[in-house]
């Protein structure tokens, strides 16, 4: 039995005006789909689906918290998560999802399966740049982070006892200022012709 088949809506025999469903959505879910980003997932989503003449228009609400790993101190963490979406269904001659925000299934479709869309929803909902709360406001207690913190910046200084930048910036900097004197020259070239 297909996992995902409790995501199917079957719309053919829904009324117009407004309907409700309720997903919700755990670690397997991911699985799934093959991601493993996440430790642990614990979300709700509700969603309306407004059934017209000629399209559904899908608004889904998104609730709870992804365990993930901080980008900084590896550590793990809850991020909670809380946003919205909204999808417009539109019926035409051939299956079109190229538009993030409408999809055109074809004439006589019957169903929609929306878990791709909770799935990719989920992950859009979670920040790119992942920081364990504990970061900002210094209360996280970390082995990394202690280790850090010792090498600070003076780790990414170069390791002479000297204070003179690398070399190699030097160089860089003699080219920049060589390939500057020969555009000011040429222009001035110009600027007579």
Same mark, same amino acid.
């Given at each position: 039995?297909?996992?995902?088949?409790?995501?199917?809506?079957?719309?053919?025999?829904?009324?117009?005006?407004?309907?409700?469903?309720?997903?919700?959505?755990?670690? !397997?879910?991911?699985?799934?789909?093959?991601?493993?980003?996440?430790?642990?997932?614990?979300?709700?989503?509700?969603?309306?689906?407004?059934?017209?003449?000629?399209?559904?228009?899908?608004?889904?609400?998104?609730?709870?918290?992804?365990?993930?790993?901080?980008? +900084?101190?590896?550590?793990?963490?809850?991020?909670?998560?809380?946003?919205?979406?909204?999808? +417009?269904?539109?019926?035409?001659?051939?299956?079109?999802?190229?538009?993030?925000?409408?999809?055109?299934?074809?004439?006589?479709?019957?169903?929609?399966? +929306?878990?791709?869309?909770?799935?990719?929803?989920?992950?859009?909902?979670?920040?790119?740049?992942?920081?364990?709360?504990?970061?900002?406001?210094? !209360?996280?207690?970390?082995?990394?982070?202690?280790?850090?913190?010792?090498?600070?910046?003076?780790?990414?200084?170069?390791?002479?006892?000297?204070?003179?930048?690398?070399?190699?910036?030097?160089?860089?900097?003699?080219?920049? !200022?060589?390939?500057?004197?020969?555009?000011?020259?040429?222009?001035?070239?110009?600027?007579?012709?």
């Amino acid at each position: 039995m297909d996992p995902l088949k409790a995501f199917d809506i079957q719309f053919i025999g829904l009324k117009l005006g407004s309907h409700l469903f309720e997903y919700h959505v755990k670690q !397997t879910f991911f699985e799934n789909f093959d991601f493993y980003d996440f430790n642990d997932t614990d979300a709700i989503i509700f969603l309306k689906l407004e059934k017209k003449t000629t399209l559904l228009e899908l608004n889904f609400k998104i609730e709870g918290s992804v365990n993930i790993n901080c980008d +900084v101190s590896n550590e793990p963490y809850n991020q909670f998560i809380n946003s919205e979406f909204k999808l +417009v269904v539109k019926f035409g001659p051939e299956y079109n999802d190229d538009n993030e925000s409408i999809l055109i299934i074809p004439h006589g479709s019957h169903k929609i399966n +929306v878990a791709q869309y909770i799935y990719e929803f989920i992950i859009l909902s979670v920040p790119q740049k992942r920081v364990h709360p504990g970061i900002a406001n210094g !209360t996280l207690n970390s082995e990394i982070l202690k280790k850090l913190e010792k090498l600070g910046p003076k780790a990414y200084k170069n390791n002479n006892s000297s204070n003179d930048p690398d070399p190699r910036w030097n160089a860089l900097r003699r080219l920049l !200022t060589e390939k500057e004197s020969e555009n000011g020259a040429s222009k001035k070239k110009n600027l007579k012709n």
